[in-house]
């Protein structure tokens, strides 16, 4: 596709809930890479995937999140049991091999 | 690790030139990008430079930066009120390292007036 596409693009659940995000690649894109942006805590890196590599998974802030990435492609981040301090934009980027990232439009989750 | 820092806020005259700082800690060979947000948009990709070069230039934007400080500047030529934003400096995982991600500064959020 033309660039890094993410759906929902806002997203408001209840307090317990499970939410799935879903970022899907530039094309031809071997590297994807999911952040968060809060208030709090500005733009702070999540999760790392390169081809068929173990994911660089340093920066997810606890077991309730998780990400896979399908056949090299499309990712999904869930996050289980949702907080309110989850609320924040998840931003998705790719890049090809480990060279410059670019971003998609993000998902605003809105945790009640 | 990495601690990317920015200045909050920057107010600059339409046509007059934006200069957007940040200094960063680590001295290891990697990249430095430039990234432009607008109001619930995610992050544009506007420059980037390699650690071992002093300047960069690219239609109105110069990137300049002082390896010795760890300073790295963006200057926005002729500024135009489309040029409001936040713009984030970010810097890449050690060329040497496995890891990619890239450390962001906190992002300074530039007004143009008319």
């Known amino acids: 596709g033309a660039g890094v596409s993410q759906s929902p693009s806002n997203k408001v659940t209840e307090k317990g809930k499970d939410v799935e995000l879903r970022c899907d690649p530039i094309?031809?894109?071997?590297?994807l890479y999911w952040y968060r942006q809060s208030l709090g805590q500005g733009l702070e890196f999540l999760i790392y995937?390169?081809?068929?590599?173990?994911?660089?998974k340093s920066g997810l802030p606890s077991d309730r999140f998780s990400a896979e990435r399908t056949g090299g492609s499309v990712s999904t981040l869930t996050i289980q049991r949702t907080q309110q301090e989850d609320s924040a934009v998840y931003l998705c980027?790719?890049?090809?091999?480990?060279?410059?990232?670019?971003f998609g439009p993000g998902t605003r989750l809105l945790v009640l | 690790g990495e601690d990317v820092e920015q200045s909050l806020f920057l107010s600059v005259r339409e046509g007059d030139s934006s200069v957007i700082n940040c200094t960063y800690t680590?001295?290891?060979?990697?990249?430095l990008y430039w990234y432009k947000q607008e109001p619930g948009a995610g992050l544009q990709l506007l420059t980037y430079?390699?650690?071992?070069?002093d300047m960069k230039q690219d239609q109105r934007l110069t990137v300049l930066l002082n390896k010795k400080d760890k300073h790295l500047s963006l200057r926005i030529a002729d500024t135009q009120t489309g040029d409001s934003a936040i713009y984030f400096c970010?810097?890449?995982?050690?060329?040497?390292?496995?890891?990619?991600?890239?450390?962001f500064g906190s992002g300074t959020q530039l007004t143009v007036l008319p």
């Open positions: 980027a790719s890049s090809f091999k480990g060279e410059t990232q670019y």
């Open positions: 094309s031809g894109h071997t590297a």
């Open positions: 995937f390169q081809g068929n590599s173990a994911p660089d």
């Open positions: 680590d001295s290891s060979s990697t990249y």
């Open positions: 430079i390699f650690s071992n070069m």
């Open positions: 970010a810097e890449r995982d050690p060329l040497w390292s496995s890891a990619r991600q890239l450390t």
